[in-house]
């Protein structure tokens, strides 16, 4: 992230994940900035496989488990319901809502950086950019990913998004 470029708010989630890589931005900015919490930007609810690996759903878990990881792992979420958690219109009901709040509070001139999580990020871009379908797929951003997006706000006050970029470590490009 450029420190050249101010960064207006810092939004994360209510997880403390979340909550500490935000506070450790808004500490190397090295400047005062906002930081602000939106719970409807939280990691989708995996129910019964929090905490679990792969190896131990497919071990142990139930039918119902077992099918449900075979679909999160075909990398289409649209199609997953997590046993005792979310499903994908849920997940994507509760990041909508969350992100069109966020939108409605700071201007299209405001730069807001969002520390968010794997899946939700997924949805968050799917909403973003609708015509990117592969954006559902499975997508993997590593933890120290940063994607950059340029929202604007057309002549009658609806938000859209002109141009993504995933930054990896040696800064992959636009996608």
């Known amino acids: ?7 207006d708010v810092i939004i994360h989630s209510d997880m403390t994940r979340s909550r500490q890589t935000a506070e450790i931005i808004a500490h190397e900015l090295g400047y005062s900035v906002e ?3 939106a719970a409807g930007l939280r990691e989708v609810n995996v129910g019964t496989f929090a905490g679990k690996k792969e190896k131990e759903i497919l071990e142990k878990g139930s039918r119902e488990d077992k099918m449900a990881l075979q679909k999160f792992l075909s990398g289409d979420i649209t199609k997953v319901s997590f046993p005792g958690g979310e499903n994908y219109q849920q997940a994507s009901h509760r990041v ?3 992100l069109k709040e966020i939108l409605k509070k700071h201007d299209d001139k405001s730069r807001i950086v969002i520390v968010g999580h794997g899946n939700s990020n997924r949805i968050a871009l799917s909403i973003m950019f609708p015509q990117e379908i592969e954006l559902l797929k499975k997508v993997n951003f590593s933890h120290e990913s940063i994607i950059e997006i340029d929202a604007k706000v057309d002549n009658i006050g609806r938000p859209y998004f002109e141009r993504m970029r995933v930054k990896d470590g040696g800064d992959k490009g636009v996608v």
Not at 1 to 7: A, E, F, L
């Open 96 to 98: 909508s809502k969350s």
């Open 1 to 7: 992230m450029k420190k050249d470029k101010k960064v």
């Open 35 to 37: 930081l602000v919490e």
